[in-house]
């Protein structure tokens, strides 16, 4: 009876190995996007806290921002450095967060696809427009 039993039942598949439909070495992008999350978010605390204690509290409020305070700022390494890294390191972040969003939501294939270039477009044009406007201000314009 055993043997007609064991006959009987289904056949099962093999499991499903690692590299099974990949050839090569598996990456780490989702590890490094995950550190990369918290270390930018972390940088970030400090830059963005920092700019909010700069700009509001110890150099008299928002009332005095106008463009003569930006062109003097931005005439400082130091602060286009800051507002660089700020800016690089948000969008990044962001774009990361919502890259996440966009895999975990889209279920369509196509539509995860086009959803993650039309984010990558706007971050590059973000970022590239930001930089731009940072390193070739010209305070003799106003």
Do not use: C
């Not at 990369?36 to 806290?49: A, K, Q």
């Not at 700020?86 to 990044?92: D, H, I, S």
């Not at 086009?114 to 990558?120: D, P, Q, T």
């Amino acid at each position: 009876m055993t043997t007609e039993t064991a006959a009987e039942a289904p056949l099962l598949e093999s499991p499903r190995t690692r590299s099974s439909g990949r050839t090569g070495q598996r990456s780490n992008h989702e590890l490094y996007s995950w550190l990369f999350m918290r270390v930018s978010g972390l940088v970030l605390v400090f830059l963005v806290l920092g700019h909010l204690l700069i700009m509001n509290i110890l150099d008299g409020g928002v009332q005095r921002i106008n463009f003569g305070f930006v062109a003097g700022r931005w005439s400082s390494p130091f602060w286009q450095v800051w507002d660089l890294l700020q800016l690089w390191l948000a969008q990044l972040h962001g774009a990361n967060g919502l890259r996440t969003v966009i895999n975990d939501y889209a279920e369509r294939d196509q539509t995860r696809f086009w959803l993650k270039m039309l984010l990558y477009a706007a971050s590059v044009l973000i970022l590239f427009l930001g930089t731009l406007v940072i390193f070739t201000f010209d305070p003799s314009i106003g």
